[in-house]
C-alpha cells in the first residue's frame, strides 16, 4: 500500500537484484541449518526421517499458498483472502459431495473451481475497477469467510469415502503424497518465474508498473493471471487439508494467509514488489516450520513458537533493509 | 505548492454537493432500526438497542486510531492481540490490588509504548506497517497465551466494571468515553495543524514535506496516539463482563478495520472522517444484533460485513472517478 510513496528512492552504486537475492538465500540458508544443528542437538527426535516427513506433511498447504503469493507479492500486491479461498473451497466440496449428491470426484473439481473463481473475482476487481489489492482482498477475508460459514451454518461434513484419504494421509514411493503435488507446483512455479517472459515480466511490473504498461506489455491481464492462480492454489490446498484432516469445517485456513505471507517475506521477496524467488520462500516456508515443530519438541509451548516466529519475520526484515541500505549508500 | 495545499484542504469542503458518507451512515443506522423494529418491535426495547452501544463502544474507540493509521496509508493488523494483552494487563493489575485508577492508566500508558515501538519501525525502518503489525500480532497473540495459560481472570474488585459507571446518572461510562472520544478526535484532526498532517502524509508524502510537515514525526504521533485509543479501547473491553477472557473475539481486528474503512476513511489517500468509523461501529453492531430478530442465522453475519466493506469501496473509488472527470 502506497508503495510507491512510503519507500525512499534508492541512491548509489545499483546491484542487480540476483545478486542481492542470493545474498538473501544464502544468509537464509545458514540460519537454517544452524536451526537444524542445534534442534537436532537438543532432542534426538527432532532428526528423524519420520518427524521430517510428518513435518513435511503438515506444511503442504501453506506451501501452496506461498507459491502464488510469491507472484503475487512480487507484482507488489498482497492476498489477504487465500485463508477464507480455502475455507469457501472446503465448505462447498464437503458440501456439494454431502447436500447436493454430486459425485466425489466432481466435488473436487468444484471445489478447484470454486477457489479459482474467487481468486479471478479478486484479480477482476484489483486490475479492472483498480481497487487497492491490500482493501479488495480484506473485503473478500470477510466475504469468503461470510459465505463459508452462512452456506454450512456451521455444520461439519465427515465420512468420506477411503480412496479420498490418498492424497492427505497416504503415501506415495515412501513420501507422503501431497508431498509430490507440493514439490511439482514448486518447480512449475520456479521455472515460470525465471524462465518465461510472464515471470520476467511480474518482477517488471512490481519494479515499476508504468514503465512496464508503456513497454506494452498487458499488466492487468499479468496481475488477473496472479491473483487467479492465488485462488487455484487455495482450492487445490482445501481439497488436501480436507483430506488430511478427514473432515469439512467453516473455519478451515483461518490465519493461513498470515503464514504464507510470514514465509515469502522472511524468504526475502520484498513487499514493496520487484524482488524475490520461489527458492526464498521454500526456504522460508521449511525454516518456520522447522522452528515450529523443533520448538515444540524441546518443550517449548505452542504460543510461545509463534512469539519466536514473529520475531524472526521482523528480524529478517529489519536485517535485510539494513544490508541492502548499505549496498546502496556504499558510494 | 497550490496543489500540495489542494490536498490538504479539508475533504468536506470539496464535498459539499455531495452527501457526505457520514449522513448516508446516519441514514442507514436509522432505515435499519425501523426496518427491523417493523418486523420485529422487541428488536427496539430500550435494553436492547443499550446492549448494542455498550457492547461495542470499545470497537468504535478503536476505530478512531485506526482510522488515523489508515488514513495516513498504513495498518494495523495487531490491534486485536494488543487489545487482549492490555485487557489482561488491566484485570490482572486490578485483582493484584492495584487502585483503580492506576489499573485503568497503565494499560494505556503501555500502548502508546507498544504503538509507538511499532511507529518507529514503520518511520524509521521504512519497514511496512503490514509486516511490523502482523510480527507484532504473532509476539503479542502468543505471548498473552503462555502468560495466562489461557486462565480467564474473575473475582474483580468493585468498582473495576466501567460499563456500569453512569455519568449524569443516565449514559453508561462507555458510551459517554465513545461520543466524547470521537468528538474531540474529530475537532483535533479538522481545526489542528497536527491533526491536518495526518491527512496531508496519508495523501501526498512529496507535497506534505514540501509543505514542511515531518514524514517520520508524524507517523510516530500517529501511532501514538492510535496505541492511546487501543488502551482505551483494552481498559473498556476489561471492565465489560465480570470475567476477562484470555482471548479477545476472533477477527476483532478485522471487526475495526472494517468500522474504518465503512466510514469513509479511505486507503487510497487522506480522506475519511472518526465520525464516520463510529457511525460505521454502531451500524455494523446493529447489523449483527438484528439478525436474529430478523429470522437469519448470525453465520451470515460475515458476509454481510464483507459486502458492506465492498459496496464502500466501490462508491468510494466511482465518486473519485466522478469528480476526477468533472475537473
Known amino acids: 500500500m502506497n508503495s510507491t510513496q512510503t519507500q525512499p528512492a534508492p541512491r548509489g552504486r545499483y546491484v542487480p537484484p540476483r545478486f542481492r537475492l542470493a545474498a538473501h538465500e544464502s544468509i537464509l540458508g545458514i540460519i537454517l541449518v544452524v536451526v537444524l544443528i542445534a534442534l537436532g542437538f537438543l532432542t534426538d527426535r527432532f532428526l528423524t526421517v519420520d518427524n521430517l516427513l510428518n513435518q513435511a506433511r503438515l506444511m503442504a498447504e501453506v506451501s501452496l499458498l506461498a507459491l502464488p503469493m510469491t507472484y503475487v507479492i512480487i507484482t507488489g500486491g498482497i492476498d489477504l483472502s487465500v485463508g477464507s479461498m480455502v475455507g469457501l473451497s472446503a465448505i462447498l466440496l464437503g458440501y456439494s459431495w454431502h447436500n447436493w449428491g454430486f459425485p466425489l470426484g466432481l466435488s473436487i473439481v468444484f471445489a478447484l473451481a470454486v477457489g479459482t473463481l474467487a481468486g479471478f473475482a479478486n484479480g477482476w476487481f484489483i486490475t479492472r475497477i483498480r481497487v487497492p489489492p491490500l482493501i479488495m482482498t480484506i473485503a473478500t477475508m470477510a466475504l469468503y469467510r461470510g459465505f463459508a460459514e452462512g452456506i454450512s451454518q456451521a455444520h461439519s461434513v465427515r465420512g468420506y469415502p477411503d480412496w479420498f484419504y490418498i492424497v492427505g494421509q497416504g503415501d506415495a514411493l515412501g513420501v507422503p503424497t501431497q508431498l509430490w503435488i507440493v514439490l511439482v507446483a514448486i518447480i512449475v512455479f520456479a521455472v515460470v518465474l525465471k524462465r518465461t517472459v510472464y515471470g520476467r515480466a511480474l518482477y517488471a511490473m512490481g519494479f515499476n508498473e508504468i514503465a512496464t504498461r508503456f513497454s506494452g506489455l498487458s499488466v492487468d491481464r499479468i496481475k488477473l493471471l496472479a491473483y487467479t492462480a492465488s485462488g487455484l492454489m487455495s482450492g487445490l490446498a482445501a481439497f488436501i487439508f480436507v483430506s488430511r484432516v478427514s473432515t469439512t469445517r467453516s473455519d478451515m485456513g483461518m490465519g493461513m494467509e498470515l503464514d504464507a505471507i510470514a514465509a515469502v517475506v522472511l524468504g526475502g521477496t520484498s513487499i514493496f514488489g520487484g524482488t524475490g524467488s520461489i527458492g526464498g520462500t521454500v526456504l522460508g516456508l521449511v525454516l518456520i516450520q522447522l522452528l515450529k515443530n523443533g520448538l515444540a519438541l524441546t518443550g517449548v509451548k505452542g504460543d510461545a513458537t509463534i512469539m519466536v516466529i514473529g520475531s524472526v519475520l521482523i528480524l529478517s526484515i529489519v536485517i535485510t533493509n539494513f544490508a541492502q541500505r548499505e549496498r546502496y549508500a556504499d558510494r | ?327
Open chain 2, 1 to 327: 505548492m497550490s496543489a500540495a495545499l489542494a490536498s490538504a484542504v479539508p475533504v468536506w469542503r470539496r464535498r459539499r454537493l455531495q452527501v457526505s458518507q457520514e449522513w448516508l451512515l446516519l441514514l442507514g443506522i436509522v432505515a435499519l432500526v425501523i426496518v427491523v423494529g417493523l418486523v420485529n418491535p422487541r428488536f427496539l426495547a430500550l435494553r436492547n438497542l443499550q446492549t448494542i452501544l455498550l457492547g461495542n463502544a470499545y470497537i468504535a474507540v478503536a476505530a478512531i486510531g485506526m482510522s488515523m493509521v489508515i488514513i495516513s496509508g498504513n495498518i494495523d493488523i495487531s490491534i486485536g492481540s494488543l487489545i487482549g494483552v492490555l485487557a489482561t494487563v488491566s484485570g490482572s493489575l486490578a485483582v493484584a490490588g492495584v487502585p483503580l485508577g492506576l489499573s485503568w492508566l497503565i494499560p494505556i500508558l503501555l500502548g502508546v509504548v507498544a504503538m509507538s515501538i511499532m511507529g518507529a519501525f514503520v518511520a524509521y525502518l521504512n519497514i511496512p506497517a503490514i509486516v511490523v503489525t502482523l510480527g507484532m500480532m504473532s509476539v503479542l497473540k502468543g505471548g498473552l497465551i503462555s502468560v495466562t495459560n489461557g486462565v480467564w481472570i474473575s473475582n474483580l474488585p468493585p468498582g473495576f466494571l466501567l460499563a456500569q459507571e453512569k455519568v449524569f446518572g443516565v449514559v453508561p461510562m462507555p458510551v459517554f468515553l465513545m461520543v466524547v472520544l470521537t468528538v474531540a478526535a474529530a475537532w483535533w484532526m479538522r481545526n489542528t495543524s497536527a491533526g491536518r498532517s495526518m491527512y496531508a502524509v496519508g495523501g501526498n508524502v512529496e507535497a506534505a514535506r514540501l509543505c514542511g510537515y515531518h514524514r517520520q514525526r508524524t507517523l510516530m504521533m500517529i501511532f501514538a496516539v492510535h496505541g492511546l485509543f487501543a488502551g482505551v479501547a483494552a481498559v473498556l473491553f476489561a471492565t465489560q463482563l465480570s470475567v476477562i477472557q484470555s482471548s479477545v473475539p476472533a477477527n476483532l481486528e478485522m471487526t475495526i478495520i472494517t468500522a474504518s474503512v465503512v466510514g469513509g476513511v479511505s486507503i487510497l489517500g487522506g480522506t475519511g472522517t472518526v465520525i464516520g468509523s463510529t457511525l460505521a461501529a454502531i451500524l455494523i453492531a446493529a447489523i449483527a444484533n438484528s439478525l436474529v430478530f430478523v429470522n437469519i442465522s448470525p453465520f451470515w453475519l460475515r458476509a454481510v460485513q464483507g459486502t458492506l466493506i465492498l459496496v464502500t469501496v466501490l462508491a468510494d473509488i466511482l465518486r473519485r472517478r466522478r469528480r476526477a472527470k468533472a475537473r
